[in-house]
């Protein structure tokens, strides 16, 4: 996620719309927070990128600019308030590559987080807000290894909180929770009944947006000779299908069809309803793929969207009884206020 998407973007700023993202990313060096970080500021020059730079404000209002992993992780204390940006960085949303898209270069959440408490301890104590915001991408996409990668990734970010924890016991909290849950994630297939092999999920090398890259790539290239049997090689080396997991007749129909409607534009159905129960907003081919492999996992989605499920509220050390039992969302940012002897305000 950008550091001006909705989730961070309510901790230092007020607008009308989460979509006023160059307007947030202005509001930001006036919190005088002393660290953001991971992904980038989106619209950093407005939406129609005719605006003064975003990044050149915060600088010219005190904040440094650490650009990439090997840069931040030398640091051995803040050089002042500081915004760091991941070495790569989406062009369209500021975000930082899912986990399974990354090499061993790349920065993950976990390692940002541990560095970032490792910088920010003091004697007086801090906060701390860390989102794992592409979980929520990947579910929307109806994309199991790749949450599975990002999930555990956000655990690994919790451990590096709890190994912190472990040396303030007395004047630690730690809370994590959900602003919603997305897909309607489950274990349990109507294809495969009662069973489910989650290892199959392992030969699932990129996420869906790099499968969506892929098949661009290949529609640009085949010049009118586009035959599925052409890009069967990538489907099976990005993602076993056809190699390590057999295909079966419903497969190659659901295949067959969403290659005709990214590659040719020959969507199944003429009303743009169905066409969505189908895939979503998504690129067919890519999102059907990844549908396909939690099909074969024994994965079951119930929608593109969020959904009205129940979130856990998880919270560890100081005041943690105070979170238990069913919450208002609303109630947890006044909670984390009581347990550090800060006044809720109105």
């Known amino acids: 996620m950008s550091i001006n998407h909705a989730t961070p973007a309510a901790f230092y700023a007020q607008r009308p719309d989460r979509n006023d993202y160059y307007e947030i990313a202005l ?11 991971f992904g980038g500021m ?3 020059r407005g939406k129609k990128n005719d605006q ?12 440094h600019l ?3 992993k090997s840069a931040f992780m030398q640091l051995e204390r803040l050089p002042g308030k500081t915004i760091v940006v991941n070495d790569v960085i989406e062009p369209e949303d500021a975000s930082v590559p899912y986990v399974i898209d990354q090499d061993s270069t790349g920065m993950k959440l976990s390692g940002f987080v541990r560095k970032s408490i490792s910088l920010l301890d003091n004697p007086h104590g801090f906060f701390i807000m860390v989102e794992g915001g592409l979980m929520d991408w990947a579910c929307h996409s109806n994309d199991a290894a790749t949450t599975i990668h990002e999930v555990l990734d956000f655990d690994a970010a919790i451990g590096a ?3 912190f924890m472990k040396q303030h016991p007395d004047e630690t909290l730690i809370v994590v929770t959900a602003d919603h849950e997305t897909g309607g994630m489950s274990l349990g297939s109507a294809l495969t009944k009662y069973e489910g092999d989650f290892r199959l999920l392992s030969h699932q090398k990129v996420s869906q947006v790099a499968l969506k890259d892929a098949v661009h790539a290949f529609r640009s290239s085949c010049q009118g000779n586009c035959t599925l049997d052409k890009f069967m ?5 990005k993602t076993g299908l056809g190699k390590e997991i057999p295909l079966t007749d419903f497969d190659r129909v659901q295949i067959q069809m969403a290659f005709r409607a ?3 534009n020959q969507m199944p ?11 979503g907003d998504e690129d067919p081919l890519s999102v059907t793929l990844v549908k396909i492999m939690s099909q074969k996992a024994g994965v079951g989605w119930t929608t593109w969207s969020h959904t009205g499920v129940a979130v856990p509220v998880r919270a560890l050390g100081v005041n943690q009884t105070a979170f238990c039992g069913y919450l208002q969302n609303t109630d947890i940012p006044r909670l984390i206020l009581e347990s550090m002897g800060l006044p809720a305000s109105n």
């Open 269 to 279: 159905f003429p009303g743009k309803e169905s066409n969505y129960l189908l895939y």
């Open 27 to 37: 509001q930001l060096p006036e919190s005088g927070f002393d660290l953001f970080g």
């Open 233 to 237: 090689p990538v489907i099976a080396s």
């Open 52 to 63: 003064p730079d975003a990044y050149e404000m915060a600088m010219k209002k005190g904040y």
């Open 66 to 68: 650490v650009k990439g």
């Open 42 to 44: 989106k619209e950093s």
């Open 161 to 163: 909180a709890l190994d």
């Open 262 to 264: 990214s590659i040719m």
